[in-house]
């Protein structure tokens, strides 16, 4: 009971970030300066040191829905999960509520706002 605890704690608090990073992201203007391609994405992790050996880069809201190629609609993921995920954001919502919930919003505002 104790660890349900700490994990919704923990959640709440990563929500109420991310609604303020996508809200101040939002009201920056800076979300559409900042669009970046997959490919640049990836190069740009590799020169940060990051080992992308059997990773993909997937849009959290997936592009053939609206999402935008931007970093925070990106997350690193073993690449065969991406695959078995598809565009299914049921299946992304059930296992990443709080990325997908990210993605959709900072795809939307970039609709709304670009």
Not at 10 to 25: G, K, N, P
Not at 45 to 57: N, W
Not at 63 to 91: E, F, M, T
Request: aromatic residues 6%; contains cysteine; proline residues 3%.
């Amino acid at each position: 009971f104790q660890a349900a605890i700490a994990d919704f704690q923990q959640a709440e608090r990563r929500y109420r970030l991310t609604v303020l990073l996508v809200a101040a992201v939002a009201a920056s203007g800076h979300l559409c300066t900042t669009t970046v391609s997959t490919r640049n994405f990836r190069a740009q992790l590799r020169a940060d040191g990051v080992d992308l050996g059997g990773k993909d880069i997937d849009h959290i809201w997936p592009r053939s829905l609206g999402g935008i190629d931007h970093p925070l609609n990106y997350q690193v993921l073993d690449s065969h999960l991406n695959r078995s995920l598809g565009a299914g954001v049921v299946q992304k919502f059930l296992t990443q509520p709080l990325a997908l919930v990210q993605g959709l919003a900072v795809s939307a505002l970039s609709t709304l706002s670009c």
